[in-house]
């Protein structure tokens, strides 16, 4: 798994800047973001989590993958919803991965063009698939293009830690959130991740 190149200069400045930052980088040596690769599986697994606990996605995402053998958008378009659905799927979820399939199949969603595009613009290719919302396209920015400055402001979890440790436990608004972020500026992403850890060590992957 790739970690990315930016990740110890981008921990070096934060640490510099913010008391916070250098605590929480402090605390947790040795780890760091890192990326499955596949953009098309990122995406399935993040539609077959939506509202479950991770065990719950775990159990359908391995009957899914025993079902289509191999995870590549031919193969799921080619499923109907009624196989899909016997997996443990809601219908729904099994729709929007057909979606999903249609978007990579026909170029609609073109992986080799990101590298030339913005956040913003990856985003709102992404969130053109049913089933896919910002957040979703904001955690893919994270986990899986390793994007270095994402600050995904719907997120409860950022939420939740910033609160923690910058705003006296009060849950800020997302205006307020946005802003506080310029201040990790242009390493969101990295202060996201130590953010999250502060709240569960465990280290999540999409």
Same mark, same amino acid.
């Given at each position: ?62 009957? &899914?993958?025993? @079902?289509?053998?191999? !995870?590549? +958008?031919?193969?799921?378009? /080619? *499923? ?62 994270? &986990?899986?293009? @390793?994007?270095?400055? !994402?600050? +995904?402001?719907?997120?409860? /979890? *950022? ?48």
């Amino acid at each position: 798994m790739a970690t990315p190149e930016y990740w110890e200069h981008a921990c070096a400045e934060l640490a510099t800047d913010d008391p916070v930052m250098a605590a929480l980088i402090e605390r947790y040596p040795g780890v760091a973001l890192t990326t499955r690769g596949d953009p098309f599986q990122t995406l399935a697994r993040a539609i077959v989590g939506q509202q479950i606990s991770v065990k719950a996605a775990d159990s359908v995402w391995a009957r &899914f993958a025993g @079902l289509v053998q191999t !995870v590549h +958008p031919e193969r799921v378009a /080619g *499923l109907g919803i009624d196989e899909l659905a016997a997996c443990g799927l809601s219908r729904r979820k099994a729709e929007y991965l057909r979606d999903l399939a249609g978007h990579f199949v026909d170029g609609r969603i073109e992986p080799s063009r990101w590298k030339r595009m913005t956040d913003e613009a990856v985003i709102a290719e992404l969130v053109d698939v049913r089933g896919v919302g910002r957040w979703t396209a904001e955690m893919f920015l994270i &986990f899986n293009l @390793l994007r270095p400055d !994402v600050w +995904p402001v719907d997120d409860i /979890g *950022l939420q939740k830690a910033v609160a923690l440790h910058y705003l006296g436990s009060e849950r800020p608004t997302p205006p307020l959130l946005r802003r506080h972020g310029e201040r990790h500026a242009p390493w969101r992403t990295v202060a996201t991740w130590y953010l999250w850890r502060s709240l569960d060590p465990a280290v999540v992957q999409y």
